[in-house]
C-alpha cells in the first residue's frame, strides 16, 4: 500500500482511539446502544417466552452485554466509574460479538445464504466487540472483576451448550462451531481484557470521579 493511501487509514486508527475522549459521539454510542439493547431483547422474545424465567438471566447474551455497556459508558461521561460493571462489560461484549461474527459468518459461508438479518447482525454485533475493545484501553476494568467475569462467561457457555439455553442458532450446520467458538472466545475475551486490567493503572486517562 503507498503512503498516500496510508494515511486516511492512520487518520481514522487515531479517530477510533481518541473515541472515548469525545464526550458527544459517547453520548451518541450510548444511545445506539440503548436502543440495540431493546431491539436485541426482542429478537430474543420468543426464546424468552419458551423458558422458565429463572433462566432469563442466561438466555440474552448480546442485548445483556449491550446494556451494561450502556450502562458503563453513561457512568464513565458522568465520571462515575464502576471497574467491576466495566469488567463484565467489556468481557461480553467482545465475546458475544465476535461470537456472533464467526458462527453467522461460518453459517453464510457453508449454505450460501446471507440474509439481510444476518447481515445486519454481523455488523452490529462487530461493533460491539470494537467499541469494547476501544473504551477499555481509556477505562480498564478491575483484574479481580475481570475473573469474576470470565468465571461468569465459563458459566454462561456451560448452562448455554449443557441445558440447551445457548441462542436459538441459524441452522444445525454450525451446532458444533457454536459451542467450540463460545469456549475460545470465553478464554480469549478473558484474556485481552485481563490483561488491559493488569496493565499501567489509569489507562489513558487519569481516573477521576467515584469508582467501584
Known amino acids: 500500500m503507498d503512503e498516500a493511501r496510508q494515511h486516511p487509514l492512520r487518520r481514522a486508527a487515531r479517530w477510533l482511539a ?16 440503548a436502543v440495540g439493547s431493546a431491539w436485541g431483547f426482542w429478537w430474543y422474545h420468543d426464546q424468552l417466552a419458551a423458558t422458565p424465567r429463572w433462566q432469563w438471566p442466561v438466555v440474552p447474551d ?44 461460518v453459517y453464510g459461508a457453508r449454505t450460501g445464504s446471507w440474509h439481510p438479518e444476518a447481515l445486519l447482525l454481523i455488523a452490529s454485533h462487530a461493533g460491539m466487540a470494537i467499541e469494547a475493545a476501544i473504551y477499555q484501553r481509556w477505562y480498564p476494568a478491575a483484574p479481580a472483576a475481570v475473573l469474576a467475569a470470565w468465571g461468569w462467561a465459563a458459566f454462561n457457555d456451560l ?22 467458538v463460545a469456549l475460545a472466545l470465553a478464554l480469549l475475551a478473558g484474556a485481552f481484557v485481563y490483561r488491559r486490567a493488569a496493565g499501567p493503572a489509569g489507562g489513558r486517562r487519569q481516573e477521576s470521579g467515584a469508582t467501584a
Request: charged share 10%; no cysteine.
Open 62 to 105: 448480546s442485548p445483556t452485554a449491550s446494556t451494561l455497556f450502556t450502562v458503563v459508558l453513561i457512568l464513565q461521561l458522568l465520571e462515575r466509574r464502576s471497574r467491576v460493571l466495566e469488567a463484565f462489560a467489556y468481557l461480553t461484549m467482545v465475546k458475544y460479538g465476535l461470537w456472533t461474527v464467526v458462527v453467522l459468518g
Open 18 to 33: 481518541d473515541l472515548p475522549g469525545n464526550r458527544p459521539l459517547t453520548w451518541t454510542l450510548v444511545v445506539v446502544n
Open 159 to 180: 448452562v448455554d451448550y449443557g441445558a440447551g439455553l445457548h441462542p436459538y442458532l441459524p441452522g444445525p450446520e454450525v451446532a458444533g462451531v457454536a459451542a467450540l
